[in-house]
């Protein structure tokens, strides 16, 4: 009874569906499990692989399927679903370690050489490649922007740090693997000390400070202004400018917009000049970013601004 109940939590994490070899860890002969089938209460989703009835069909279960049936782990496209790279894919795609050569229906399965154990771990219930191979992997797959984009998210999300994806991009280029020249590229782009960032547009923000040779500002400067403590995102203390950056996850709900006002007021009323910059101006305008900092830093030490 307790193995059955193990099981069954088992299932639940895994998005409804086991493994026979999991099953056999659980008392479960073949038998056994093709009566279940024949009563309904399993429905075989793939070689060695039943899921539990009632369970909801999703995307997850499909990645959970194809993992456990593969032997392998979640990679690239779903992969980066998986992490919150991306939201937008739905190609199931697992990794296994060469020469082994599973097929599983609906799934795009790659083969490896440099797929080590330590590439993978489990993230929502699902055996995937961690996050530095994720990104490693994806430069076969996405243009060295998207990457970059990527890169920067997961290191503002804490999921990874420069080093090891530096680190990964070695070992897997010892390979002569494909797609290690844009992580590379992806990886030179990036400023120095970009630990700071808490999300991906702040560290695309002192990237264009450094290309257009802009001082740099204090990330992430504590200020208390009329009792109230606040957080700016970039600060010149000396000329007393600030930036925030305006991505969609933080500042896009009316509470939020509504907050974010009041604030600004306050640090306006306290001497604070703001600026403000959308995801959109820094990703297709970072000449005109750049030019509103660089104007409004000119304009405290009564120098010229930048010719329109």
């Known amino acids: 009874m307790g193995e059955l109940t193990e099981l069954s939590r088992l299932a639940t994490r895994q998005h409804g569906v086991v493994s026979t070899a999991q099953l056999r860890d659980s008392g479960f002969t073949e038998r056994m499990v093709a009566r279940r089938v024949s009563q309904g209460l399993f429905v075989r989703r793939a070689k060695g692989v039943v899921q539990f009835a009632g369970s909801q069909s999703s995307w997850n279960q499909d990645i959970a399927v194809a993992a456990l049936a593969a032997r392998g782990a979640a990679s690239h496209r779903a992969a980066s679903r998986l992490w919150g790279f991306r939201s937008v894919d739905s190609e199931i795609e697992v990794t296994v370690r060469f020469p082994r050569n599973p097929m599983v229906e609906g799934a795009i399965v790659h083969r490896s050489r440099d797929l080590e154990p330590a590439d993978i771990t489990e993230v929502d219930g699902i055996l995937a490649t961690t996050p530095e191979r994720t990104i490693c992997d994806l430069g076969l797959v996405f243009p060295e922007h998207e990457v970059l984009r990527i890169l920067r998210h997961a290191i503002a999300e804490k999921l990874v740090l420069p080093v090891d994806v530096w680190r990964m991009r070695q070992r897997t280029s010892k390979q002569g693997r494909n797609g290690t020249g844009v992580l590379e590229r992806a990886l030179e782009a990036l400023p120095p000390d970009v630990d700071f960032a808490e999300s991906g547009l702040e ?44 991505g969609a996850a933080f500042h896009s709900s009316p509470t939020q917009i509504a907050a974010d006002g009041g604030r600004q007021n306050q640090l306006v009323n306290a001497g604070w000049t703001p600026l403000r910059f959308t995801a959109k101006d820094l990703n297709d305008r970072a000449s005109y970013c750049a030019k509103i900092v660089s104007d409004a830093l000119a304009s405290v030490h009564g120098l010229p601004t930048w010719a329109v």
Do not use: M, T, Y
């Not at 450094?210 to 403590?229: E, M």
């Open 203 to 246: 560290i695309h923000f002192i990237e264009i400070c450094d290309r257009f040779n802009i001082v740099r500002p204090v990330p992430q400067l504590p200020v208390k202004v009329g009792g109230r403590s606040f957080r700016l995102d970039f600060a010149w203390v000396d000329e007393r400018i600030f930036v925030e950056i305006d």
